[in-house]
Each structure stands twice: as structure tokens, then as C-alpha cells.
């Protein structure tokens, strides 16, 4: 159980354009998501927390307008990277917060995102 | 501010030795510590996790120490493996409905055979 997973595992695309990854509980329902990012050989860095039904709160010095999330179900968050540039590759990583004991946090699988 | 400090960065053990990485933080609100595993790669993985009413948790090879009065935990990996070599993280999350975790900059273990 506590599965989580993203799509796509890994995108390449061209400065300019913008690119979505999902991020799915598999078998639980998530009222409560993460984003991160994480350079190579650092650890994870919050961007936004991403609630079901409402608004994500950004971390300081994330752009909401360029790193657009949407959490419209209790399965389901979308982080969308708008207008994407060479500085926006990275290693985006979702996780899920699993209410009830514990309230354990899985991780998704991550995405490689590469602007050309 | 960096509220959770992990060491060592790396870390390089003999397969069969014992792995040891530690922990500190300084908020007291912090009550629930969980320890991740990362693969190159790949997305951490939840291994182990202890709340500050105990003071040691145990599954399988892999045992959190905590110290609440000196704000310190530590993972132990018994009987090191070469496919333990990965990245672990310490985290912590403060409590009253928070879900959000603060990260250790992680430790990066090498197994050796």
C-alpha cells in the first residue's frame, strides 16, 4: 500500500514551452501534497504545499505563476512549469501526505525534467 | 536556518560492519522523525519512523535511536549490505497539524564488499 507515482518519469522540451507532471496516490486518498526539487547530490527542497480544493501555498522565492499547481481531487496533483528554461531542469519529486496514524508521507518516483 | 543537521555527509562501511548516521534538530515542536532512502534516481523511500515517546525503534536491520533531552536521533543499519549504498535523509515535522517535513541534507552510504 501507500503508492505513489508520477507521469511522466522523465521530459525533455524546448525553452519556452511548458510542461505538466502529474502526481497520483495510487491507493489512498491524499487531502495533502508536496513538491520538491532536488539538485544533484542535494537534498529536497519544498517548493509549494498543495491542498485538495483550495489554493497551494508557495514557498518563499518560488514563482506561482511559473510553477502552477492544481490538487482538484483527492488523488490527483498537477504541477505545471509555464514558459520553462534551462534553469528550470531539475528533479521534481511529489509526495503524499496518508491521513490517519501516523499521517506518513510517500513519495512519488520523481520526474527528470531537461529544457533544451 | 537549516533546522535538522545530519552527519556524516558520506559515509563508506564494510559489508557486514554497522552503518551509523546522525541527526540533531532545535525545534521542540518536532514530534514525529522519519528516516528516507534514495536511490539514484528514484523518489525517497519512508524506511523507518519514531516519535519522541520512545526511545528506540527496531525493524529488521535498520534501528532509530532517540534522545529527546539532547534533541538527537541517529539510524543504525545493522549488517551493512552493499544494496543499502544509497542516500538517507533524517527528516522531522512538527505537530499540531502539520504535515510538512523539514529535511537533513542527507548522507550518502557506500557499502563496500
Known amino acids: 500500500g501507500a503508492v505513489v507515482s508520477q507521469h511522466p518519469s522523465w521530459v525533455i522540451c524546448k525553452s519556452g514551452t511548458s510542461v505538466k507532471i502529474e502526481c497520483r496516490s495510487l491507493?489512498?486518498?491524499?487531502?495533502?501534497m508536496f513538491w520538491y526539487r532536488q539538485f544533484p547530490k542535494q537534498s529536497l527542497m519544498l517548493m509549494a504545499t498543495?491542498?485538495?480544493?483550495?489554493?497551494?501555498?508557495?514557498e518563499q522565492g518560488v514563482e506561482k505563476d511559473k510553477f502552477l499547481i492544481n490538487h482538484a481531487s483527492l488523488t490527483l496533483s498537477t504541477l505545471t512549469v509555464t514558459s520553462a528554461h534551462p534553469e528550470d531542469s531539475s528533479f521534481y519529486i511529489c509526495?503524499?501526505?496518508?491521513?490517519?496514524?501516523?499521517?506518513?508521507?510517500?513519495f512519488g518516483p520523481g520526474t527528470r525534467l531537461t529544457v533544451l | 536556518q537549516q533546522q535538522v543537521k545530519q552527519s556524516p555527509q558520506s559515509l563508506i562501511v564494510q559489508k557486514g560492519g554497522i552503518s551509523i548516521i546522525n541527526c540533531a534538530y532545535e525545534?521542540?515542536?518536532?514530534?514525529?522523525f522519519p528516516w528516507y532512502q534514495q536511490f539514484p534516481g528514484k523518489g525517497p523511500a519512508l524506511l523507518i519512523a519514531?516519535?519522541?515517546?520512545?526511545s528506540e525503534k527496531k525493524e529488521g536491520r535498520f534501528t532509530i535511536s532517540f534522545n529527546k533531552s539532547a534533541k538527537q536521533f541517529s539510524l543504525h543499519i545493522m549488517d551493512s549490505q552493499p544494496g543499502d549504498s544509497a542516500t538517507y535523509f533524517c527528516?522531522?515535522?512538527?505537530?499540531?497539524?502539520?504535515?510538512?517535513?523539514?529535511f537533513g541534507k542527507g548522507t550518502k552510504l557506500s557499502v563496500i564488499p
Open positions: 525545534n521542540t515542536a518536532f514530534d514525529y
Open positions: 509526495s503524499a501526505n496518508r491521513q490517519g496514524q501516523g499521517n506518513e508521507q510517500f
Open positions: 498543495s491542498n485538495e480544493g483550495s489554493k497551494a501555498t508557495y
Open positions: 527528516a522531522a515535522r512538527a505537530g499540531a497539524g502539520s504535515y510538512q517535513l523539514t
Open positions: 491507493d489512498f486518498q491524499a487531502t495533502t
Open positions: 519514531i516519535r519522541p515517546d520512545v
